[in-house]
């Protein structure tokens, strides 16, 4: 089975379409206010969008298509969310809570309280069956609230930012369950964290402002970023612009000399992509050939690992806290930002 959604809003701004192959696992990434969480609720059917369709094999989610009404429930939909909060039923235990799913469904108590065994085992979680919700830590309960999930047997499941409440111990094993749970399952997760992306999910989709603005294989985009957005996430500098021969021209008449991945044909759409650690700061114009600088004004300063970095706009530079110092960089301070224009890739936007 796969699934295929198309659908629109027009009280705010969105529009999406996308297929989810069967044993595949999507990641959305975005800022914040760009419809991820409008997503996941057309999906769940905690939200009608004026028009689209959503099928998961031959099951209809929703067809709001031409003359068409037709709208499943929630609970018959077989998707189910995972979201930031565990959200237990606090009056139960931890095997009740599992076993509802399957209760809620049709099967006997003891068919229902096996199967929530099962899962509470495959999370590692078959201590905490007899526990109730106040008695559970941040990460035991986020791990009951996965097999919770997965007890429903659900066609489809919805992460919601599912590490983001927790802390730095618990939200690593997490992030392992899930990938050896995720294994040969249809599921789309909404992250922030680009680990997550890495060992989760097969393929990464980039929404801003309720439009798909970048998708692809995980690793591809992330190393070859075309929208500012997937830039940021991966730690790169990306200047969008025309392509040339030599590189690309921005709206702004910027020329920026780089490698050209063999892709790219002059007169396109392009962008040119380079690390912050390939940025040099200079208090004036340095000449060399061929190299990229740019005159700009300083942001921010932060620490980065063992470097500082220099935030000018939408472009940074990593250097040493010693160069820092010896600059005596200061945010509001004007600086050039130079480039060997080696470290430029130019590919196709």
């Not at 021969?245 to 992509?273: E, F, K, L, S, W």
Request: proline share 6%; charged share 20%.
């Amino acid at each position: 089975m796969t699934f295929h959604l198309n659908a629109a809003l027009a009280a705010r701004s969105f529009e999406v379409s996308l297929s989810l192959g069967p044993a595949e696992t999507i990641a959305i990434l975005g800022p914040n206010g760009a419809g991820k969480s409008t997503l996941l609720d057309i999906i769940s059917g905690l939200l009608r969008p004026d028009t689209g369709k959503a099928t998961i094999g031959d099951k209809v989610l929703f067809d709001l298509t031409a003359d068409k009404n037709v709208w499943r429930a929630p609970h018959a939909r077989g998707t189910a969310l995972l979201a930031q909060e565990a959200l237990l039923f606090p009056h139960l235990s931890a095997l009740d809570n599992v076993a509802f799913g399957p209760r809620s469904a049709g099967a006997s108590r003891t068919e229902a309280r096996e199967t929530a065994t099962h899962w509470l085992t495959e999370v590692d979680a078959g201590s905490l069956a007899s526990r109730r919700p106040g008695q559970l830590s941040g990460g035991q309960a986020q791990r009951v609230a996965v097999a919770r999930a997965l007890a429903a047997d659900p066609d489809l499941l919805l992460l919601d930012e599912p590490m983001a409440a927790l802390d730095i111990h618990a939200a690593p094993l997490l992030r392992r369950l899930l990938k050896r749970v995720l294994a040969d399952r249809r599921a789309i997760i909404i992250t922030h964290d680009i680990l997550d992306a890495l060992m989760l999910a097969d393929r990464v989709i980039v929404l801003e402002d309720g439009r798909i603005t970048e998708e692809g294989p995980t690793r591809d985009v992330l190393e070859k970023p075309r929208s500012r957005f997937a830039a940021g996430l991966a730690g790169l500098n990306l200047m969008s612009g025309t392509v040339t021969a030599a590189g690309i021209t921005t709206d702004r008449g910027q020329v920026v000399a780089g490698y050209h991945d063999g892709t790219a044909v002059p007169g396109q759409d392009g962008v040119a992509v380079f690390p912050p650690s390939a940025v040099s700061v200079f208090l004036t114009q340095e000449h060399g050939s061929p190299r990229n600088s740019f005159h700009v004004t300083i942001t921010d300063l932060e620490p980065h690992g063992d470097q500082i970095r220099v935030r000018a706009g939408g472009l940074s530079a990593d250097i040493t806290p010693a160069a820092s110092a010896d600059l005596g960089l200061t945010p509001g301070m004007t600086v050039y930002f130079v480039i060997k224009a080696t470290a430029v890739s130019i590919y196709p936007a």
